[in-house]
Nanobody, 124 residues
């Protein structure tokens, strides 16, 4: 399976970005999808996750109310809409796919496949 993330860039505080991740090589609907991020000198942290059929989504407290994860199984795509961006949102954002069931899906080890990352920089 291959994951391709895009949509990162430089945005001012309070701005918005929409990240896109596409999956190829396997049946997309079989995967729980997630977004993680990693800032310089910090560990990779969970941002948002979404169930296989899109009916359940969950977020880190730090992004709740500002970020929205969604998916389109017909297009093999998962999105992360990021609004009201803050300086502390600056990081490399990674999309991840999981074939596991019965997992929390808020930890990197709960995911089986990773994209290459896309840089998000929030400037003042």
């Amino acid at each position: 399976v291959q994951l391709q993330a895009s949509g990162g860039g430089v945005v001012q505080v309070g701005g918005s970005l929409r990240l896109l991740c596409t999956l190829s090589g396997r049946a997309f609907s079989h995967y729980v999808m997630g977004w993680f991020r990693q800032a310089p000198g910090k560990e990779r942290e969970f941002v948002a996750g979404i169930s296989r059929n899109g009916g359940l989504s969950y977020y880190a407290d730090s992004v709740k109310g500002r970020f929205t994860i969604s998916r389109n199984n017909a297009r093999n795509a998962v999105y992360l809409q990021m609004n009201s961006l803050a300086l502390e949102d600056t990081a490399i954002y990674y999309c991840a796919a999981s074939r596991y069931t019965g997992k929390d899906h808020r930890r990197p080890i709960d995911y089986t496949d990773w994209g290459q990352g896309t840089q998000v920089t929030v400037s003042s």
